[in-house]
């Protein structure tokens, strides 16, 4: 048995590490997992992540994504092979879709947008937990139509519903988006 899995068996409560710089919402953080009956570790940059991990076997490792003298993406690897059992999520007040899979890919379990609260993490943990590969849901890709037909709903709500201006955005002449309008929305 690894020295990391003789150290979880003896454990009471979860173990949660919160890496983030900003002071204030770590503090809020590991009170709040306190709260909810968790051992709680900061930590203001990723330095030492993996040898505090090492200390207390986290079952939980929530990493800021942009610090001032780290990334939290550059973390999860080390992590995850130290004991690939710890659930890495990522939190982040700058998201966007490339830097979600990147950090997928690189083995995180989740990843969430600030302003985020223990609720939501604990949501996030336990939905993690319970997903088995049976369970997984299959992927399911929208049809060309349908996500012509989202994309064009999403302009025409920007333009407040303008169809001359959304028109002019979409690169289509004002009729074509009318006919395009007046069709059902195509299924999924």
């Known amino acids: 048995m690894s ?13 949660v590490l919160v ?9 809020r953080l590991c009170r709040a997992f306190r709260g909810r ?10 330095a030492n992540v993996l040898e ?14 942009r610090m001032p003298e780290s990334n939290g993406l550059d973390s999860i690897t080390p992590i995850k092979t130290f004991d690939s059992t710890i659930t890495v999520i990522i939190l982040t007040g700058y998201g966007s879709i490339p830097t979600a899979l990147q950090a997928l890919k690189l083995g ?6 600030k302003p985020v609260d223990v609720d939501q993490i604990l ?15 299959p992927v399911t890709v929208p049809s060309l139509a349908r996500v012509e037909w989202e994309h064009i709903q999403r302009v025409l709500s920007d333009c407040s519903g303008n169809i001359s201006q959304a028109a ?10 009318q006919r395009k309008l007046a069709k059902y929305p195509p299924g999924r």
């Open 108 to 113: 995180a379990d989740h990843y969430l947008s």
């Open 19 to 27: 890496v983030d710089d900003e002071a204030v919402f770590r503090d």
């Open 37 to 46: 009956g968790w051992e709680a570790h900061g930590l203001g940059d990723t």
């Open 123 to 137: 949501s996030a943990y336990e939905e993690i937990g319970t997903q088995t590969p049976e369970r997984t849901r």
């Open 168 to 177: 002019k955005l979409l690169g289509i002449h004002r009729r074509s988006l």
């Open 3 to 15: 020295n990391a899995n003789s150290r979880e068996s003896i454990k009471e409560s979860p173990v």
């Open 52 to 65: 505090v991990a090492e200390k207390i076997s986290p079952d939980l490792v929530l990493l800021d994504l």
